[in-house]
């Protein structure tokens, strides 16, 4: 399973149950977020270019922050800290660049 992002066409490998935002981290990619990571802040909002389908559902907590940001909840928008994938998938989120 991999996710490509853009604008830079990084490749990650998520592990099973991995956040898209802790795959970034884990290779040595800055992923832009102010709380690290706790789904608090929202800056780590992506969006889903190609494989919707193959992303977790939007939990109780992602649906929040989507509601705060004025996103609809169709799986375009997702929080990069709260989006485990399950299949290949593209994103776009500008700002993600090796530390």
């Not at 795959?23 to 992923?31: F, T």
């Not at 996103?71 to 998938?89: E, I, K, N, S, Y």
Request: net charge positive.
């Amino acid at each position: 399973m991999t996710v490509i992002v853009r604008p830079g066409m990084l490749r990650l490998e998520p592990q099973p149950g991995e956040t898209v935002f802790a795959a970034a981290q884990r290779v040595g990619y800055r992923w832009p977020t102010v709380c690290g990571g706790q789904g608090s802040c929202r800056t780590c909002v992506m969006v889903v270019d190609d494989g919707r389908e193959n992303c977790s559902a939007i939990g109780d907590w992602e649906a929040e922050g989507l509601d705060a940001l004025r996103q609809p909840r169709d799986g375009v928008h997702r929080l990069a800290c709260q989006t485990r994938v399950h299949g290949d998938v593209v994103v776009t989120k500008r700002g993600v660049r090796p530390e």
